[in-house]
């Protein structure tokens, strides 16, 4: 079992590009759930998407910010038009149903960035 | 809304001995979980400890255990035969409603 797989590791972009962050859940887990970290501060929640679904973005910037999970292939968070203040560490995480009572099993991130 | 909090943002402890990071958190409810998650500087958060709010019995995970006050809302986290490996940042969350929030965490040194 590889676990939560988060590809890119680290990303550069350039101010006004786009940032594409996948992530792949443990075999089986139909539960995705996207945190950002930023620099000495603990994770905050984004979003909760289920296949095909999104269950809760409470968590997400109103604008340039997008989440999915499609019925195949990885979760992608996309944000539009980066600015610097989105760079910091973007982790995912899944979990087998909501299974989030035994805590998550979280991928080891990736850095976004911003020059 | 629910909020955890770490008073500490950093500690020190001599290799072997024992340690104890704080947390305390807000709620309004009655049934929600507790964690503790290490993250070292590879990055990977990883699963230290979890408590059952509905159970008074502190949880233990070989060297790692909790004190679980509910009334106080403290959830705090003995490290005992603190060990170099145990260098990291440690996080308290919470867990309810297919959320888990985060504290911000406290950074533990290990001295040799």
């Known amino acids: 079992n590889a676990g939560v797989m988060q590809n890119p590791r680290h990303l550069v972009r350039r101010r006004g590009q786009e940032a594409r962050l996948r992530c792949s859940p443990m075999?089986?887990?139909?539960?995705v759930y996207w945190y950002r970290q930023l620099p000495e501060e603990g994770l905050k929640f984004m979003v909760y998407?289920?296949?095909?679904?999104?269950?809760?973005e409470s968590g997400m910037p109103k604008e340039r910010f997008s989440a999915e999970f499609p019925k195949e292939g990885p979760s992608i968070l996309r944000i539009q038009q980066v600015v610097r203040g989105d760079s910091a560490a973007y982790f995912c995480?899944?979990?087998?149903?909501?299974?989030?009572?035994?805590?998550?099993?979280f991928g080891s991130g990736t850095r976004l960035t911003v020059v | 809304a629910q909020t955890v909090t770490q008073s500490q943002p950093e500690m020190s402890v001599q290799e072997a001995e024992t340690v104890t990071l704080s947390c305390t958190y807000d709620t309004s409810e009655s049934d929600y979980y507790l964690f503790w998650y290490k993250q070292p500087p590879s990055r990977q958060m990883i699963l230290v400890i979890r408590?059952?709010?509905?159970?008074?019995q502190n949880a233990t995970e070989n060297r790692f255990s909790v004190n679980f006050q509910k009334a106080a809302k403290s959830f705090s986290l003995k490290i005992s035969d603190s060990q170099l490996g145990d260098a990291a940042m440690y996080f308290c969350a919470y867990y309810r409603d297919d959320k888990i929030i985060f504290g911000k965490g406290t950074r533990l040194h290990i001295l040799p």
């Open positions: 995480a899944s979990s087998l149903g909501t299974g989030g009572a035994y805590g998550y099993t």
């Open positions: 998407l289920q296949k095909e679904n999104i269950i809760d």
């Open positions: 075999k089986g887990h139909s539960h």
């Open positions: 408590q059952e709010a509905y159970k008074q």
